[in-house]
């Protein structure tokens, strides 16, 4: 596989914050590449430095090739941002705005239309063109701002929440057409998200904590080297059962959610009756499932994923 994004020895200080630690990794060619963390954990500030908005304190970084420090036009040659804010001039229509950044990133004129034509069919907003973006659904501007970052034929396309305030459905039409852009462009995506249903789509995950990358591989075997079987309960007197579970079974990993208590064992079937036996007050509800991504950033991270956007 080829490394469309290379990251070494990668570190950034604020005067007495180190934000990013000596973080290494590789982004291979036509992938989505998930990279996930808390706030605070140094991933916007690792985002800015590889898009060449925010210079590294040290280490290096290569996108298509070519050094963010010492190639900067060409890193941004090389690279389309579909930002969490809306960044379209809702003033013009689909098409101006698309005629605006061929202009800025100097796409040759004889391209320009048939290039502005042919993104608008991948997000199917060829009828829009002429339409003012102010009378968009949120949706429809997200689509636009999806072929507005392909024009000039970026090799890694950034989605920083791309789906972020839009309803299920909108959501999954979203979706819909960054597979379909995957497909027909074989163009390379980092995608930073809060929804792991999303992250799920990925061929690989990376997640940050305190500055430092400490994990990447597919969501597969993330939840694979979690392992085991979650069972979650909720009792009439919740203090109560967590006294008997640490009073019967002390090696258990247990946390509580809300109101929900999560128990972390090996396998369900050979711990369930005797736990239930041991357990001195009524269960109101019991659920036993296996690990998923949002258990694993909870591994790793110590918080859930909700709790951190919250």
């Known amino acids: 596989m080829n490394h469309i994004i290379e990251v070494s020895q990668l570190n950034k200080h604020y005067k007495d914050t180190h934000a990013v630690k000596d973080v290494n990794f590789e982004v291979e060619q036509g ?25 590294p304190s040290s280490g290096s970084i290569e ?12 890193v941004r040659e090389s690279i389309g941002i579909i930002f969490q804010e809306n960044t379209l001039d809702e003033k013009l229509t689909a098409g101006e705005n698309l005629m605006l950044h061929c202009k800025f990133y100097k796409v040759p004129k004889e391209k320009r239309q048939a290039r502005i034509q042919e993104v608008l069919e991948i997000v199917d907003l060829v009828e829009s063109k002429t339409k003012k973006v ?8 997200r689509r636009l701002e999806i072929a507005r970052g392909l024009l000039h034929y970026p090799k890694v396309l950034f989605l920083d929440e791309p789906t972020v305030g839009l309803d299920p459905q909108t959501r999954a039409h979203i979706w819909e057409y960054i597979l379909r852009l995957k497909r027909k462009e074989g163009i390379t995506m980092f995608l930073t998200t809060h929804y792991l249903d999303e992250a799920e789509i990925s061929d690989r995950i990376a997640i940050m904590d305190h500055g430092e990358i400490i994990t990447i591989n597919s969501p597969a075997q993330l939840k694979q080297e979690l392992g085991g079987d979650i069972i979650e309960l909720s009792t009439k007197d919740n203090n109560r059962a967590l006294q008997d579970m640490n009073e019967n079974f002390p090696d258990a990993e247990i946390s509580v959610q809300d109101d929900t208590i999560q128990i972390k064992v090996p396998n369900s079937d050979d711990f369930i009756s005797d736990f239930i036996t041991q357990l001195h007050v009524p269960i109101t ?3 036993i499932r296996k690990p998923t991504l949002n258990d694993v950033f909870l591994a790793f991270t110590g918080r859930t994923i909700q709790h951190v956007e919250n």
Do not use: H, W, Y
Request: glycine content about 14%.
């Open 31 to 55: 992938e989505i590449f998930g990279f996930l963390g808390p706030n605070g954990a140094g991933k916007s500030t690792t985002i800015n430095m590889i898009c060449t908005m925010l210079a």
């Open 63 to 74: 996108i298509n090739g070519f050094d963010v420090t010492k190639q900067k036009n060409k």
């Open 134 to 141: 102010e009378t968009f659904s949120g949706g429809m501007k």
């Open 285 to 287: 509800r019991l659920n």
